[in-house]
């Protein structure tokens, strides 16, 4: 991955900024992170590496928290905000003791760019024109949104989810082989995928996009809302389940908690997608809906610096909570607590119990 300071700006500053900076700070996070080549993408005459950092507890039986970007290539805000995670973590490094406290407890992974290829040559899917998030084989159990919900029709219109039996895209299977491997034997797991570019508000997300029902862990994912409205009161997200919005095929996160129920079934995976909230940048600077990445990031400086300022917020409460989860995560022996009940009551009027049932395709 090591190309040089200069090689990189030269090859990837004009299109590829995202990844000129986060080379940069893998440069910088060396000695406090593990800093891996994940893999590479080939796209024509380029190539580009596919970088992980990876702070924290080396133990593989500490609980884990992991960021991801970039899945969407137009969604470059997601990237900017995972650097800006890493950012703070290594100035953090420093001199934060209680930085350091989190560091010793728990594993903090960050995957800042899933989809190089697309977001140089600007495209929300892959270079296959494969949409990475309806990537997964596992279809709706309900009735997909059309087109947005997954389709294979044709690589030509987004959304695409791949052609039936194709398997996953090299992004999406490196990504996937990346986060099971930190997640396999964590007694505790939260992701966070960073999104934008649906609606006013900035929401988090939870499994399932593929069904209505209740997830295995709706309890955590309550139990987790509960700490986030009593410690970050004036907070302006929206937490819910996916379906509740959209019910899709093919979403990545539905599939691995799918799969980590049946491999690991007494350990949480709680694995969020923050969506932030674009059309408020729109509405604000409504010129910008006539450039394609205008639609989904914020384009002036000063909100660019609020909206990364807002989420990393977030992302060191989420980070905290993972180091603490027993704390307050509110599972008891049978996978259970008040929380599930209060679950259920607030994002699932329809059912009594969570049901659980498998359905992998
Ligand atoms: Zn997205």
Redesign the pocket.
């Known amino acids: 991955m090591y190309l040089s300071p200069d090689e990189r700006t030269e090859k990837f500053i004009e299109k590829l900024p995202e990844l000129v900076q986060i080379l940069n700070l893998a440069d910088a996070a060396s000695g406090m992170a593990e800093i891996a080549e994940e893999s590479t993408v080939v796209a024509g005459k380029w190539e580009f590496p596919l970088p992980s950092f990876t702070f924290g507890s080396k133990d593989p039986n500490a609980p884990v928290f992991i960021v991801v970007g970039g ?2 290539g137009l ?1 470059r805000i ?1 990237s900017n905000l995972a650097a800006a995670f890493i950012k703070s973590m290594i100035e953090s490094y420093a001199w934060d003791d209680a930085f350091r406290f989190v560091l010793d407890r728990c594993k903090i992974c960050v995957y800042p760019l899933v989809n190089p290829a697309g977001m140089f040559f600007k495209y ?1 899917s892959n270079m296959n024109g494969v949409d990475l ?1 309806r990537n997964a084989p596992l279809d709706a159990t309900e009735k997909a949104v059309k087109l947005v919900g997954g389709h294979r029709i044709s690589p030509r219109l987004p959304w695409f989810r791949g052609m039936e039996g194709a398997g996953l895209e090299h992004e999406a299977e490196t990504l996937l082989s990346f986060v099971r491997a930190h997640v396999a034997r964590a007694p505790f797991a939260m992701i966070i995928d960073l ?3 649906f609606g006013v508000k900035d929401r988090i997300w939870f499994p399932y996009a593929y069904s209505s029902r209740p997830f295995q862990w709706v309890g955590v994912a309550h139990a987790l809302k509960h700490r986030l409205d009593r410690c970050l009161p004036n907070h302006v997200y929206l937490m819910e389940p996916q379906s509740k919005t959209y019910i899709t095929h093919g979403d990545l996160w539905d599939y691995l908690t799918l799969e980590h129920e049946q491999r690991n079934s007494a350990s949480p995976l709680l694995a969020l997608t923050l ?1 932030m909230g674009s059309w408020t940048w729109i509405r604000k600077n409504p010129r910008q809906i006539f450039s394609s990445l205008g639609i989904f990031n914020p384009v002036l400086p000063h909100r660019i610096q609020r909206t990364l300022r807002r989420h990393v917020t977030l992302l060191e409460f989420l980070m905290r909570a993972t180091a603490s989860w027993e704390r307050w995560s509110d599972i008891q022996s049978s996978g259970t607590g008040l929380h599930s009940e209060s679950a259920l009551r607030l994002w699932y009027p329809g059912f009594t119990q969570a049901n659980t049932q498998l359905v992998l395709t």
């Open positions: 899945v969407h969604e997601g929300r998030m999104h934008s570019g969506e």
